[in-house]
């Protein structure tokens, strides 16, 4: 997808996962996700290093579709994530 | 049904699971698992439901807690010995997971009163000691069509199967009838190990947990044994019986029944 297309997402809920740490941050997103319809857009509040590294992979992992990733210059980043429904798993 | 932070938190190992997540857990919470017995397979069984957020806990012991048991039976302690394990195994639980519903129910199970206690439950761990309460729990569950965990340990060997209405054989199917009183020996007369318990009552919980989440395989059409003094795990491929008295074509058994137990069993 285009860059410029990429500051078009509009969040329809957001999620602060700063307050706990791996893998609650995940656990945290997966729960807030969970409340949104499929295709549904969540920004996620989340702390540099190790939730910013894994967060994005695990959500991506469960068949989620992350957007974008960006830094918020206060030890703190800004996930974008669609919501993808996973298929029933064996 | 939303989970609180603390609620993330405490199931949060298992929720990563993908064959759980929180869709899982919301099943686990809404799930009621009947455990027949709070003895040596009772104890882990029933512990690690409690900890993986089975929301309502049924446990059903008509004994009191002794010196002996507590080798095994580790929902009890020293300070219960004495008390009612029912009541032992649910302060035991609630301790470990304050959310759970613990009903603690101080009775033997027998033909009169074993279809009225599992009935409200989506799922039964049979955790007895003995054939005719083993032979009762199954009876009852194929009657009522509900999905229940057999097994049974004595000195370093274990077994367990699951049974699920329409899939696979019934634990009579397998053993038919129990065997004469006298000719069974119980643990109380042939010993156990009290970790061959924990081994296969934490089996039980696993079964319970794949049941209610709809993960993986079950047991069903297969008993698992251990033999723990040589550390070998078997699973035995098993069919129904079409001719079976409860479970068959033309049951002989229509409702549940009691039968003699070795006086030394109880």
């Given at each position: 997808m285009p860059a410029e297309r990429m500051a078009d997402f509009r969040p329809d809920a957001a999620a602060d996962v700063t307050d706990v740490v791996c893998p609650v941050t995940f656990v945290k997103a997966l729960a807030a996700l969970d409340e949104l319809e499929d295709g549904r857009i969540l920004e996620i509040r989340l702390n540099d290093g190790e939730a910013?590294?894994?967060?994005?992979?695990?959500?991506?992992?469960?068949?989620?579709?992350?957007?974008?990733?960006?830094d918020n210059g206060d030890g703190t980043c800004a996930l974008l994530v669609r919501k993808v429904s996973?298929?029933?798993v064996e | 049904m939303a989970f609180n932070a603390e609620q993330l938190a405490r199931y949060s190992r298992q929720i990563i699971l993908k064959e759980l997540g929180i869709k899982g857990q919301?099943?686990?919470k809404q799930a009621r698992v009947l455990v027949v017995g709070a003895g040596g397979l009772g104890?882990?069984?029933?512990?690690?439901?409690?900890?993986?957020?089975?929301?309502?806990?049924?446990?059903?012991?008509?004994?009191?807690?002794?010196?002996?048991?507590?080798?095994?039976?580790?929902?009890?302690?020293?300070?219960?010995?004495?008390?009612?394990?029912?009541d032992s195994a649910r302060a035991s639980l609630l301790a470990l997971n304050p959310e759970t519903e613990v009903r603690a129910l101080r009775a033997f199970v027998d033909a009169g009163n074993i279809m009225g206690f599992i009935r409200d439950y989506d799922?039964?761990?049979?955790?007895?000691?003995n054939f005719p309460a083993k032979f009762l729990i199954n009876d009852a569950c194929v009657?009522?069509?509900?999905?229940?965990?057999?097994?049974?340990?004595?000195?370093?060997?274990?077994?367990?199967?699951?049974?699920?209405?329409?899939?696979?054989?019934?634990?009579?199917?397998v053993f038919r009838e129990p065997p004469p009183p006298e000719a069974v020996p119980s643990c109380r007369q042939a010993g156990v190990i009290g970790a061959l318990a924990g081994v296969v009552g934490?089996?039980?919980?696993?079964?319970?947990?794949?049941?209610?989440?709809?993960?993986?395989?079950?047991?069903?059409?297969?008993l698992l044994t251990y033999n723990g003094l040589q550390g070998?795990?078997?699973?035995?491929?098993?069919?129904?019986?079409?001719?079976?008295?409860?479970?068959?074509?033309?049951?002989?058994?229509?409702?549940?029944?009691d039968y003699a137990q070795a006086v030394c069993d109880a």
């Open positions: 910013a590294r894994n967060v994005p992979l695990s959500l991506k992992d469960e068949g989620h579709q992350v957007l974008r990733l960006t996973a298929c029933p | 919301q099943k686990l104890s882990p069984a029933a512990f690690y439901l409690a900890a993986a957020g089975v929301g309502h806990i049924g446990i059903i012991d008509a004994d009191e807690v002794d010196l002996s048991n507590l080798q095994r039976q580790i929902l009890h302690g020293t300070d219960d010995v004495g008390r009612p394990k029912a799922f039964i761990i049979d955790g007895t000691d009657l009522a069509g509900k999905a229940f965990s057999h097994a049974g340990i004595l000195r370093f060997t274990g077994q367990l199967m699951t049974y699920v209405p329409g899939q696979g054989p019934c634990y009579r199917c934490s089996l039980q919980a696993m079964e319970a947990v794949k049941y209610i989440v709809g993960a993986g395989a079950l047991l069903t059409g297969a070998d795990f078997r699973k035995i491929a098993l069919s129904r019986r079409a001719d079976c008295d409860v479970c068959g074509e033309h049951p002989s058994i229509t409702a549940p029944v």
